[in-house]
């Protein structure tokens, strides 16, 4: 191959940016604005992938940064994506035991009860304000993404009352070790609470929860990382479909923004790791920290018209 594998993303990312701006300079039509979202979500589909991030903390903010589509309609296409790459992805995890039903519906129940309400307040919300909100929520994911440190394996096998209670453990088989690793959840409630925050976020802005999702499934309930990811999928995928239904009912997802960037998303997902299996996930997780620094800035500037 005589283009290193190492510098496709870049030029993936040129490409994606240079196309948004022309488009946003010559206004183009219906069709050329699909394509060119198509080929847009088609790039985050693969840079999420191998960055270990939902493609909905990635989509609105540089759709809304490079497009010139209102923050509704982008937040509304949004969902549907995180949606459709959630189903896509989540399934085989149920043969694997790497996603539990006693871990997922509690905390399903509490993110998408909250991201409804998130939903609401987010259409009844100026642009501007969205846009501003956006930008420092983007600051904060980039700040977290910048700082947490994932654990592979936890030893966390003793849980607490609550989660004694709830049943909420299980097992699972890592093949790195050659034997099954046990789990149980610990502080339970203080998760639970964080998820209220987390899925009024997702509804409010139309992001994939996974940023968030994991981190606190891995670190604060203590449950191995496979697990959480696995688990992870299935709540971004009630929790979508519960917000989704609002922005639909308030007439803000188009046909020609949410069916080619879910079509791209789908696409780039499934062949991103095949195309960049030799490339370093930390420089990937790194372009898309400063990808969403980038995007922030962006925001914030048109939220507060400079821009």
Do not use: Q
Request: charged letters at 10%; hydrophobic letters at 55%.
């Amino acid at each position: 191959m005589i283009v290193k594998r190492g510098i496709i993303i870049p030029i993936l990312i040129a490409i994606a940016v240079i196309s948004a701006i022309y488009l946003y300079i010559l206004e183009g039509t219906a069709w050329s604005c699909a394509l060119l979202l198509f080929l847009f979500s088609f790039v985050i589909g693969i840079i999420s992938i191998v960055a270990g991030v939902g493609g909905g903390v990635l989509f609105v903010p540089l759709v809304s940064a490079l497009f010139p589509f209102h923050m509704d309609f982008i937040r509304g296409a949004s969902l549907f994506v995180a949606l459709s790459g959630s189903l896509m992805a989540s399934s085989s995890f149920l043969h694997t035991f790497l996603a539990s039903p006693r871990l997922v519906f509690p905390l399903a129940l509490i993110s998408s009860v909250a991201s409804i309400g998130g939903a609401i307040l987010g259409l009844s919300l100026s642009e501007g304000s969205i846009r501003i909100l956006l930008g420092i929520l983007m600051f904060v994911i980039s700040t977290v993404m910048l700082l947490t440190k994932r654990s592979e394996i936890s030893s966390a096998d003793v849980g607490d009352r609550f989660s004694h209670t709830m049943g909420i453990s299980g097992k699972y088989y890592e093949n790195t070790l050659g034997r099954e690793i046990p789990w149980r959840a610990n502080r339970t409630l203080l998760s639970m609470s964080l998820f209220v925050i987390i899925g009024f976020l997702s509804g409010m802005f139309g992001i994939g929860a996974g940023w968030a999702n994991v981190p606190v499934i891995n670190l604060i309930m203590g449950i191995p990382l496979k697990v959480a990811v696995g688990s992870s999928l299935f709540i971004i995928s009630i929790g979508s479909t519960a917000s989704s239904w609002v922005y639909l009912n308030a007439g803000a997802v188009l046909p020609v923004i949410a069916v080619p960037s879910v079509l791209g998303m789908i696409i780039g997902s499934r062949i991103g790791a095949r195309i960049l299996w030799g490339i370093d996930p930390g420089v990937v997780r790194a372009i898309v920290i400063l990808l969403l620094a980038l995007s922030g800035g962006v925001s914030l500037l048109r939220g507060c018209n400079l821009l």
